[in-house]
């Protein structure tokens, strides 16, 4: 129904920067939040950033000022633009959103397959 495939995951440097996109496509009616996620190896799934299909974002309280998200509704893409990168910031980043698909009455929550951020020290 709804396919989130994100990209721009890799290895960078301490300090460094990457971004990461995230394409939704299927038999979409609308889109609600958007956000991303992240899992480092033996931790749970943690909140990064959500934003609204006006725009408004919103952050987890450690990576305010480092990250930042933002979305094309026209392209259905979601995007997270990272700085200042840190090792603790390793982790798989997911990519979710919350969907209407043509002919259903109810928002669903969908997710990507994830990719990986490696920060090396």
């Known amino acids: 129904q709804v396919q989130l495939v994100e990209s721009g995951g890799g290895l960078v440097q301490a300090g460094g920067s990457l971004r990461l996109s995230c394409a939704a496509s299927g038999i979409i009616f609308s889109i609600n939040n958007m956000g991303w996620y992240r899992q480092a190896p033996g931790k749970q799934r943690e909140l990064v950033a959500t934003?609204?299909?006006?725009?408004?974002?919103d952050y987890a309280d450690s990576l305010k000022g480092r990250f930042t998200i933002s979305r094309d509704n026209a392209k259905k893409t979601v995007y997270l633009q990272m700085n200042s990168l840190k090792p603790e910031d390793t982790a798989v980043y997911y990519c979710?959103?919350?969907?209407?698909?043509?002919?259903?009455?109810?928002?669903?929550?969908?997710w990507g397959q994830g990719t990986q951020v490696t920060v090396s020290s």
């Open positions: 979710n959103a919350q969907a209407l698909v043509l002919g259903s009455t109810s928002l669903n929550d969908y």
């Open positions: 934003i609204t299909a006006g725009g408004v974002a």
